[in-house]
């Protein structure tokens, strides 16, 4: 044991002497088998003979694109040069094959960016305002009366919405996937999902007013225009985009619950909506993105920590974020910090199966898609628990340390002293990256629970209002909607049991019985543990 503790040593004293930079450059016999069972592609290849990811996704989504068929064309010429980070935008357009648009012209404004424009230093108070107001409109008909600062808020926008409107009928959306740090999937981000956001929430405020004035077509072209907005973001393979995605169903669950409140619904109309509504092709399930986006991230950022491009504490704890304080210190490390760490990662890939951390990484993604696989969302709660309890066994305890030597002497007590075999220091590394606290249950697992629901809630209302507008009431029950409206009537996904369906005096309320399981009564409280409620009051 002596000689052995000597023998490292030694040889944290030849590490400590080599120069990271120069060390960088050098070519390195590869880490990883390539194969589907630890890379799950084939690739292309980095100049180290590594995975290109970032590359691979550009390939892939890219494929059948062009200028006359991406909506990202259009939509740069209604957000403008905002849509990219500006330290990304040389790549990213010319991946486009796109001229950057001038940074001065009639661009999409938000709303904080209206209000600090129009308001100057009292722009916050009206921030919040308008907030608050947004929130309100979004629900319900209203004029520019009720609401004159959403009203030019709009007006404001009038012809980047409209841009924004022919981009929702074009068939793809590709934003090159880019890193200007280097080869970092983890860390690839961009605007514009984050904008088409805005724009859906302009979008159900455009459509309220025009409820308000009387004009459902345009009410309901405005909806339409959201979903398929997105759609078209379901189907880009962007970062989170399954979360924006299904948040801007939800703005337009909301315009929709406006619309079907209002008394603008004759038969036509609401027989045309409903097939209409029938064809939109609904989001794909979470599952399928999140794992296989989560799985090659993973495995991209395994392979970066495994050359020494990443440290755990970054891939854990912080993001290299640009124009941040954090990025400066990062690029302005000194000779010292760097020889330090880079000995920390000569340790770190000492005696280490890589094969079997990206093998662990793997199994887990693959573990994942079997949870969601599951007929239930019951079954897939149960199954990311008992999931989560077998990864608890093989996640290390370990919290990474702000200070290199600290971090050191922890890699040098827990790899050195305690003599970890190689297939146990692979299984540690992929028990760090797929910790029990990255399952899915909250965010994707109910997230797409509860987007089933009110979908299926939005074919149910549009049906009942198609119900209503030819027999001037709401039926008694759900059953007599089909066939005439619906071939069968969907159930919760929740419980896979019909939704609550209660009539009222000027309406009804239709409800699923949300992630608690638990018919809390219809009662709008939280949709995130209480029942997602379709309500419909008409005005006497």
């Not at 990883?32 to 996704?57: N, R, W």
């Not at 970092?184 to 904008?195: D, H, K, N, T």
């Not at 793997?362 to 628990?385: I, P, Q, W």
Request: aromatic letters at 10%; charged letters at 25%.
């Amino acid at each position: 044991m002596v000689g052995l503790r000597t023998f490292y040593m030694l040889l944290a004293v030849c590490a400590f002497s080599v120069d990271p930079d120069e060390h960088a450059t050098r070519k390195r016999p590869p880490l990883f088998t390539i194969s589907p069972e630890t890379t799950v592609i084939d690739g292309p290849l980095t100049q180290h003979g590594t995975i290109d990811y970032i590359a691979y996704l550009n390939q892939r989504y890219s494929e059948g694109v062009t200028a006359d068929n991406n909506a990202v064309v259009l939509l740069c010429e209604a957000f403008g040069p905002e849509i990219v980070y500006d330290w990304d935008r040389e790549v990213v357009f010319s991946l486009l094959k796109l001229p950057p648009p001038p940074e001065d012209g009639e661009y999409f404004v938000t709303l904080e960016e209206f209000a600090r424009q129009s308001y100057g230093d009292d722009a916050d108070s009206v921030i919040e305002q308008m907030q608050a107001d947004s929130a309100i409109a979004r629900n319900m008909s209203w004029t520019s009366e009720e609401f004159p600062e959403l009203d030019a808020l709009l007006d404001a926008n009038e012809r980047p919405l409209e841009v924004v409107a022919r981009a929702s009928h074009r068939s793809r959306f590709y934003m090159p996937f880019t890193c200007s740090l280097g080869n970092f999937l983890f860390f690839v981000g961009e605007p514009a999902p984050r904008l088409v956001m805005e724009a859906s929430r302009l979008l159900a405020l455009r459509s309220t007013r025009h409820l308000g004035e009387g004009n459902i077509d345009d009410a309901w072209a405005d909806l339409m225009c959201i979903l398929r907005l997105a759609k078209l973001v379901d189907d880009s393979g962007a970062p989170l985009c399954e979360l924006t995605s299904m948040a801007a169903f939800g703005v337009a669950f909301q315009n929709l619950q406006a619309m079907l409140c209002s008394n603008l619904l004759d038969e036509a109309r609401a027989e045309r909506f409903l097939r209409e509504y029938a064809h939109w092709k609904p989001l794909q399930s979470a599952s399928e993105s999140w794992v296989e986006m989560s799985r090659l991230t993973e495995l991209n950022s395994l392979q970066e920590y495994a050359a020494g491009n990443l440290s755990m504490r970054e891939i854990l704890v912080e993001k290299p974020v640009h124009g941040t304080e954090y990025e400066s210190q990062l690029r302005a490390q000194t000779p010292l910090g760097k020889r330090t760490e880079f000995m920390i990662r000569v340790f770190a890939n000492l005696h280490t199966d890589w094969n079997a951390a990206a093998r662990r990484v793997v199994y887990f993604y693959d573990r994942c898609h079997e949870a969601f696989a599951t007929e239930t969302y019951r079954d897939r709660v149960l199954a990311f628990g008992d999931l989560e309890k077998e990864f608890e066994q093989i996640a290390p305890h370990y919290s990474p340390s702000y200070y290199p030597a600290k971090e050191l002497w922890y890699r040098l007590q827990r790899f050195i002293v305690l003599q970890r075999t190689p297939l146990l220091r692979g299984n540690d590394v992929a028990g760090l990256m797929v910790r029990p606290a990255n399952l899915p249950v909250t965010t994707y697992v109910t997230g797409q629970a509860r987007y089933e629901a009110k979908q299926r809630l939005a074919t149910i209302g549009l049906a009942l209002a198609a119900y209503r507008a030819r027999h001037e009431e709401y039926p008694a029950e759900l059953s007599e909607l089909v066939p005439d409206y619906v071939a069968e009537v969907p159930l919760d996904p929740y419980t896979d049991a019909p939704f609550v369906y209660q009539l009222n005096g000027t309406g009804y309320i239709l409800y699923a019985l949300g992630p608690n399981l638990v018919d809390d009564g219809g009662i709008d409280v939280s949709e995130n543990d209480f029942d997602i409620i379709l309500r419909v009051d008409h005005a006497p």
